[in-house]
């Protein structure tokens, strides 16, 4: 399951739009959630909206919450999002047997063995889960929480008994022609996320919509256990070079 949890706060200004950005992110099944961390204000109910309609095009749930809240909330999000996930496929393959009937008529024992197949595999299902991070110059002051918050996902991800993989990317990156930088790759290891921080350089535009794409192609080209497509091929074709080679 692969999804992407944007925590910013709202009214992106440069590039694409983020919600254009959040539906290609959805056709190539990949959820997109949002949690908004905004100001009062007008600017807070503009940036409010387009979370809101972020997140929807990109199939995920979107929280605006006070930054006291803000660790709590992404964990639960990210959980949430991953039983909706599976319970959806769950009920494809339940109308497939049914036809037109649905999980409420089942008896309430085969609903419960259900229920429990569900709750296995939100522990056990395979998890990547890119974080995008608004490091625009408004978000400044919150960047302190946001770091207390993805330490804590880090340590809650570890603790699944599945395979859990957690990306960082902040944007702007480091130049305007630079949309999203990658701050840290596919990795399970919660000691890589408690030095990340430090390199972050806060910075004045928000290209949302840019920086999501930036995120897709990342994950076009990496594999679940963090290995690039690309490497792949090149060493299968040198495998088959090698194999190849003591062919008469």
């Known amino acids: 399951m692969k999804q992407i949890l944007l925590i910013t706060d ?15 992110a959805r056709q190539e099944g990949i959820t997109v959630n949002v949690v908004g961390v905004v100001d009062y204000g007008t600017i807070g109910e503009l940036g409010s909206r387009e979370i809101a309609e972020i997140a929807r095009a990109g199939g995920g749930i979107s929280r605006i919450v006070g930054t006291p809240q803000l660790t709590q909330t992404i964990q639960m999000m990210t959980r949430k999002t991953v039983v909706q996930t599976i319970q959806q496929a769950v009920n494809k393959e339940v ?49 302190g929480v946001v770091e207390d918050a993805i330490r804590d996902l880090a340590l809650s991800l570890e603790s699944r008994e599945g395979k859990s993989e957690i990306a960082v990317f902040h944007f702007p990156g480091r130049s305007d022609s630079e949309a999203a930088m990658l701050d840290l790759d596919w990795t399970g290891n919660v000691s890589e996320v408690r030095t990340l921080f430090s390199k972050l350089k806060m910075r004045g535009a928000t290209p949302t919509g840019p920086a999501i794409f930036k995120v897709l192609e990342h994950y076009r080209y990496v594999t679940l256990d963090g290995q690039s497509e690309l490497q792949s091929l090149n060493r299968r074709e040198e495998r088959e070079g090698k194999i190849g080679g003591y062919v008469v």
């Open 10 to 24: 709202g009214c992106s200004n440069v590039g694409d739009s983020p919600v254009m950005a959040a539906a290609h």
């Open 95 to 143: 109308k497939k047997i049914l036809g037109e009937g649905s999980l409420e008529e089942l008896p309430p024992q085969k609903r419960a063995q259900i229920v429990t197949v569900v709750d296995e595999l939100t522990e056990t299902s395979p998890l990547q889960i890119a974080l995008l991070i608004d490091a625009s110059a408004s978000m400044k002051p919150k960047l």
